[in-house]
T-cell receptor, first 112, second 113 residues
Framework: SQKIEQNSEALNIQEGKTATLTCNYT??????LQWYRQDPGRGPVFLLL?????KEKRKERLKVTFDTTLKQSLFHITASQPADSATYLC???????????FGTGTRLQVTL | NAGVMQNPRHLVRRRGQEARLRCSPM?????VYWYRQLPEEGLKFMVY????????ESGMPKERFSAEFPKEGPSILRIQQVVRGDSAAYFC???????????FGAGTRLSVL
């Protein structure tokens, strides 16, 4: 079955550094991937979408890459701030179906 | 421009009671999705609805769970005869006709005593 894997261990980094989160998927070739942010007790918030024909997508301090050969997406936050601390979710949708398949998310903690 | 609205935010039920969770999609959105998030687990798809139609219910438990999205009013996720294992956060999302991006509500946290 289609599966998304994200590092379940929390990522701790210092303020100002670049955070890199990894998302690997198996048994599927999604047309695009999406990244969401989720804060404790809140719903996921959409951040970025990257299509299979795009190698990289940027939005302010955020950058996402999509390697269809490796079946992997990397999510980068540059110049990280304590306010970036949250759980980041990788997800994809099939080309025709509408449901999103989520990874378990990676918790990012940015310290001063 | 209000986002996806879910209520109640917190719901406490005793075993055997019914739980009704409501979701009003973003203005202009006609597609609604329900997801469940168990503690320390990822979001799991439950059901996808358009106005008056269930499009995909492949993630719904076969018994006790039902969903609707009437022509007028919010979408409702109904859980009959709740059990402790139903305790979770239930999230609703909505999208427009393009369906690429789903916008989530703040969720309803159901606790079954």
């Amino acid at each position: 079955s289609q599966k998304i894997e994200q590092n379940s261990e929390a990522l701790n980094i210092q303020e100002g550094k670049t955070a890199t989160l990894t998302c690997n998927y198996t048994n599927y070739s999604p047309a695009y991937l999406q990244w969401y942010r989720q804060d404790p007790g809140r719903g996921p918030v959409f951040l970025l979408l990257i299509r299979e024909n795009e190698k990289e997508k940027r939005k302010e301090r955020l950058k996402v890459t999509f390697d269809t050969t490796l079946k992997q997406s990397l999510f980068h936050i540059t110049a990280s701030q304590p306010a970036d601390s949250a759980t980041y979710l990788c997800t994809f949708r099939t080309g025709t179906a509408s449901k999103l398949t989520f990874g378990t998310g990676t918790r990012l903690q940015v310290t001063l | 421009n209000a986002g996806v609205m879910q209520n109640p935010r917190h719901l406490v039920r005793r075993r055997g009671q019914e739980a009704r969770l409501r979701c009003s999609p973003m203005k202009g959105h006609s597609h609604v999705y329900w997801y469940r998030q168990l503690p320390e687990e990822g979001l799991k798809f439950m059901v996808y609805l358009q106005k008056e139609n269930i499009i995909d219910e492949s993630g719904m438990p076969k018994e006790r769970f039902s969903a609707e999205f009437p022509k007028e009013g919010p979408s409702i996720l109904r859980i009959q005869q709740v059990v402790r294992g139903d305790s979770a956060a239930y999230f609703c999302a909505s999208s427009d006709e393009g369906k690429n991006i789903q916008y989530f509500g703040a969720g309803t946290r159901l606790s079954v005593l």
